[in-house]
């Protein structure tokens, strides 16, 4: 197991903003792919961002324009900085982490949007 850690969440009002962190604590194996899923009440988990090793970033269409994805040098850790933050973007944030053989998971972070 790789337990991967998850910092950052809260409240935060309609159009603020929140930055999640997610470090690897096992720091010897590769990383292919990073990033973040959420689950909103009642919900399906969806996928937000991701950041693979070669660069490429993906995102969902609802936080295009709003989201970030980054990475340390390393790749031992991902980050997402979410602005202009909605009440739709309620949710619990669950990182994630892919090397050729297994995928792991964070604990998740609960992210609440209300005035």
């Known amino acids: 197991q790789v337990p991967l850690v998850e910092s950052g969440g809260g409240l935060v009002q309609p159009g603020g903003s929140l930055r999640l962190s997610c470090a690897a604590s096992e720091t010897r194996f590769s990383f292919t792919d990073m990033g973040w899923y959420r689950q909103g009440p009642g919900k399906q988990r969806d996928l937000v961002a991701s950041r693979a090793s070669n660069g490429i970033t993906h995102y969902a269409d609802a936080v295009k324009g709003r989201f970030t994805i980054s990475v340390d040098k390393a790749m031992k850790a991902v980050f997402l900085q979410m602005n202009l933050l909605k009440p739709e973007d309620t949710a619990v944030y669950y990182c994630?982490?892919?090397?050729?053989?297994?995928?792991?998971w964070g604990q998740g972070t609960q992210v609440a949007v209300s005035s």
């Open positions: 994630y982490a892919k090397t050729l053989f297994s995928d792991y």
